[in-house]
């Protein structure tokens, strides 16, 4: 289980934890975290559940995969380095005190 911080883009934090095996967007749906859509509901086929991962967690994530790299190509304001889809990133212990921020919308 890892503890995960969702950051809405307003400011507003939700701590929550999230069970190993589950995507950090599975996380947010499951905890009613506002500003993560997932409309697709994971299957890497919309950006509406794109966020920001804070600067210190960037390389401590797997890298993108292709799919994920197009996808983001549709996401709203898309940052080069910080930019994920939390559909991708499989939650472990690894990712303990994980820190991500909401766009200001998704699309």
């Known amino acids: ?20 095996g589950l995507t950090v ?5 499951d905890n009613g975290i506002p500003g993560i859509e997932a409309d697709c509901g994971g299957a ?7 966020v920001y991962v804070a ?5 401590k994530l797997p890298p993108r995969e292709d799919m994920e790299e197009d ?10 380095k910080r ?7 499989k939650v472990t212990d690894a990712l303990d005190g994980l820190v ?4 200001e919308k998704q699309i």
């Open 100 to 103: 991500v921020q909401m766009p």
């Open 25 to 29: 967007m599975e996380g947010a749906r």
């Open 71 to 80: 996808m983001l190509d549709f996401a709203y304001e898309p940052d080069a």
């Open 1 to 20: 289980m890892a503890k995960i911080t969702y950051i809405e883009h307003g400011g507003t934090e939700h701590v929550v934890d999230v069970p190993n």
């Open 83 to 89: 930019s994920r889809l939390t559909c991708q990133i």
């Open 44 to 50: 890497c086929a919309c950006s509406t559940c794109h």
């Open 55 to 59: 600067e210190d967690w960037v390389e």
